[in-house]
């Protein structure tokens, strides 16, 4: 079974935006490794961004209502309203702390908690960090894009005990971890948003899919439209969209399997990342008549023993539709083989030539011969 979205963060299938965005915001507190030490922590942390990722997004969402997690990600159309034949395929891009930051416009709300730690350790200071009056020392942080309820007061609150120890107000009082007001004033107070530019983006690793395509469609070429859905940011740096973008795929005559068709930087983008680069493998289809070997096709050709021994012809079918008579004049014997020049697939780099079409004999042996029969064979067929 596929994985369960809503489940996953805890909300009925009728769950609006609001919801799903304050569920979220709940859950990835609660298990953001920063904060949570359990050692499945990670994994859960993952799960509730790759959830948050498809609910949040109408298109994916219609997907993944009527196709469930395995429709979604090998390729859909119709619910998603894709236009024509195009298919709609979703990977999640594997980085929770991306989506993360994403919702929090770009910043870590345990950073002012934990982030000190992590790179200073200053002794005699709670938690690693220096503490004036219940403030944050100089640590400043983009607040709240106010797209984003407050998480719920409850247990889960990862905020509480801080609130209580720093006179912050209670749970629903705090602004992505600051006091109401005070995640806006900071954001234009030069700190951590301007040291965010100061880092070296990187490039998230290739998203690669398998694009299976037929031997005609190989031996004429074709264009193959993909629909994709990606994040991109807003001009504010910090917030993103999703945005659906059509690819089209370009298929040469002759293009062997493996060969692969690259999309410079259409994945995700992010605050901290460059977009994936998006690429697609090809794969051959099975096909009912053909086996493929480079530009060369092979058929299999099954003859009768009364066939193999007296001559025949055979008509033979090629992948632009036609049908070549193959006159046999000579004895075939198992596992004989034919060459028809110039009948197969066209060359990749020279596509005016082609390979050619390899047809392999089969002889099928009756199961009995008369006893009248077999001793005429007898008298007929020479003893060596």
């Known amino acids: 079974m596929g994985k369960d979205y809503y489940q996953t963060l805890g909300l009925p299938k009728a769950s609006n935006e609001e919801e799903i965005k304050k569920a979220y915001r709940r859950m990835a507190l609660r298990f953001h490794p920063d904060k949570n030490k359990d050692a499945n922590a990670e994994d859960k942390f993952k799960e509730v961004a790759e959830a948050y990722e498809v609910l949040s997004d109408p298109k994916k969402r219609a997907v993944y209502d009527q196709l469930g997690e395995e429709g979604l990600k090998t390729g859909g159309s119709g619910a998603s309203g894709a236009p024509g034949g ?71 609150d990862p905020f509480g005990h801080f609130g209580r120890q720093f006179g912050f107000p209670a749970a629903g009082g705090l602004n992505n971890g600051f006091p109401p007001g005070e995640g806006r004033r900071r954001r234009g107070g030069g700190g951590h948003s301007d040291r965010l530019g100061t880092h070296r983006r990187h490039q998230d690793p290739p998203v ?63 605050p901290e990342n460059i977009p994936a680069d998006i690429a697609f493998v090809l794969k051959d289809k099975g096909h009912a008549h053909f086996k493929r070997d480079g530009s060369n096709v092979i058929h299999s050709c099954k003859i ?49 030539q082609r390979g050619d079409l390899i047809v392999e004999f089969s002889v099928h042996f009756p199961d009995r011969i008369p006893p009248q029969s077999r001793e005429i064979i007898r008298q007929h067929l020479p003893q060596s």
């Not at 200053?122 to 894009?145: A, K, Q, S």
Request: net charge neutral; charged share 25%; with cysteine.
């Open 86 to 156: 195009s298919t709609y395929h979703y990977t999640f891009h594997g980085d929770p702390h991306a989506t993360f930051a994403s919702f929090f416009g770009g910043s870590n709300p345990f950073d002012m908690f934990f982030g000190s730690s992590r790179t200073h350790g200053h002794p005699g200071r709670p938690n690693g960090f220096p503490f004036h009056g219940g403030g944050g020392g100089d640590h400043h942080h983009p607040g709240n894009d106010g797209e984003q309820d407050a998480a719920d007061p409850d247990e889960d």
């Open 208 to 270: 690669v899919h398998e694009l299976r395509v037929s031997l005609e469609e190989v031996f004429h070429g074709c264009t193959k439209r993909m629909k994709i859905s990606r994040r991109r940011l807003n001009p504010d740096g910090r917030s993103s969209r999703t945005e659906d973008k059509i690819l089209n795929i370009v298929i040469k005559k002759g293009w062997k399997e493996g060969t692969k068709i690259t999309f410079p930087k259409e994945g995700d983008e992010t």
């Open 304 to 352: 009768t023993l009364k066939e193999a021994l007296c001559g025949c012809t055979v008509s033979i079918p090629t992948l632009d539709k036609r049908v070549i008579a193959l006159p046999c004049h000579d004895i075939i014997r198992p596992g004989t083989v034919k060459r028809l020049r110039g009948e197969g697939l066209p060359f990749p780099k020279n596509p005016s």
